[in-house]
């Protein structure tokens, strides 16, 4: 919603810049991580998936950093554009038994045209 | 198009009143979550159900219940609302295990308690 932005980490950037968004994790028994987006008003929308077994993955325009030794997520974004001005959350789970998602905090990306 | 549709958008509700806040979701997916999104402290989770009537207590479960009678709906419960309940609630839903565990959400309740 509204208000989700306030007291997060910014990341402003000019369109057409590529976009770095970083998350720590912090369990490191954690095999899934996920990257979610919100927009103003809306409930996160997934973006990207990583195992644990991989430490890379491409999306369309997107592309997701895994370094396990320093339960280190990242999240790069091409070509950036004002659509994707957004809150972006990373998710841990580990993919056994009863899953649940752990979020960190978000950070919001602000792109100018 | 899989959709995890919230009953209300928006929601007024005075101190004490007892709340519900429906979610219906139409992919079959076992897991449902309902989290709590709050300025500054991104989503908790509040409560979660793997399969019908089953649930599970979250990481903020204080001041909540939830019921699951049908595997497509799950409710969360304020049973006395307090102004410190205020905030975005959202609800998702998941496949119980597998190769893919990515929650779907709703638009989310925004839920206002005077």
């Known amino acids: 919603g509204e208000s989700v932005g306030l007291h997060l980490p910014t990341l402003s950037v000019q369109e057409g810049d590529n976009s770095i968004i970083n998350c720590a994790y912090s369990?490191?028994?954690?095999?899934?991580f996920i990257w979610y987006k919100q927009e103003s008003g809306k409930g996160p929308q997934f973006i990207i998936d990583?195992?644990?077994?991989?430490d890379k993955r491409q999306g369309q325009r997107v592309t997701v950093l895994l370094n396990k030794t320093v339960k280190h997520l990242s999240l790069q974004i091409a070509a950036t554009q004002p659509g994707d001005s957004a809150v972006y959350f990373c998710a841990e789970s580990m993919n056994s038994g009863y899953s649940t998602l752990t979020f960190g905090k978000g950070t919001m990306l602000l792109v100018s045209p | 198009d899989v959709k995890v549709t919230q009953s209300s958008r928006y929601l007024v509700k005075r101190t004490g009143e007892k709340v519900f806040l429906e979610c219906v979701q139409d992919?079959?997916?076992?897991?449902m979550f309902w989290y709590r999104q709050d300025p500054g402290l991104g989503l908790r989770l509040i409560y979660f159900s793997y399969d019908v009537k089953m649930k599970e207590k979250g990481d903020i479960p204080e001041g909540y219940s939830v019921s699951r009678e049908k595997k497509e709906r799950f409710s969360l419960i304020l049973e006395s609302a307090s102004t410190n309940q205020t905030s975005m609630y959202l609800c998702?839903?998941?496949?119980?295990?597998?190769?893919?565990?990515?929650?779907?959400f709703g638009q989310g309740t925004r839920l206002t308690v005077v």
């Open positions: 990583i195992r644990s077994n991989m």
């Open positions: 998702a839903s998941s496949l119980l295990s597998g190769m893919n565990t990515e929650a779907f």
């Open positions: 992919m079959d997916h076992e897991n």
């Open positions: 369990n490191s028994a954690s095999d899934y």
